[in-house]
């Protein structure tokens, strides 16, 4: 499954509009449910406005009443790509356990679990 996400986060990242940095990301998100949502990175010319591929993803997701996620690709051409820290604190919001795939090609990734990448997460009490 891993694979099959990174590639689905390469393809799209060709649909990242980066017309300042050049940096192109991609995002495939697994669902619990089975379906993969997809995101890219979108800068503006006002940069507090960027939105990043991976939040793009959830975004899209959440919007369909998806609420429950296994695992999230990301992919930027050759260059292993980590999601950024609002990402990170973003995704916590709906699990720690989530598996983050990174990498710089399909035969050359890294499989970590968000609370690995950011070991405590700010979460309101419901």
Request: proline share 2%; with cysteine; net charge neutral.
């Amino acid at each position: 499954m891993a694979k099959l996400l990174y590639d689905t986060a390469s393809k799209i990242s060709e649909n990242a509009y980066a017309p300042f940095s050049g940096f192109k990301v991609g995002a495939a998100l697994l669902t619990s449910s089975g379906s993969i949502y997809t995101g890219v990175n979108v800068e503006n010319s006002s940069y507090g406005a960027a939105i990043c591929a991976e939040r793009t993803a959830f975004v899209k997701a959440i919007s369909e009443g998806e609420r429950e996620f296994v695992a999230i690709a990301v992919a930027a051409g050759s260059t292993e790509s980590f999601p950024c820290g609002i990402c990170r604190q973003f995704m916590y919001e709906f699990g720690s356990e989530l598996y983050i795939i990174t990498g710089t090609d399909r035969e050359n990734l890294n499989v970590r679990k968000l609370s690995q990448l950011f070991p405590v997460g700010f979460v309101l009490k419901r």
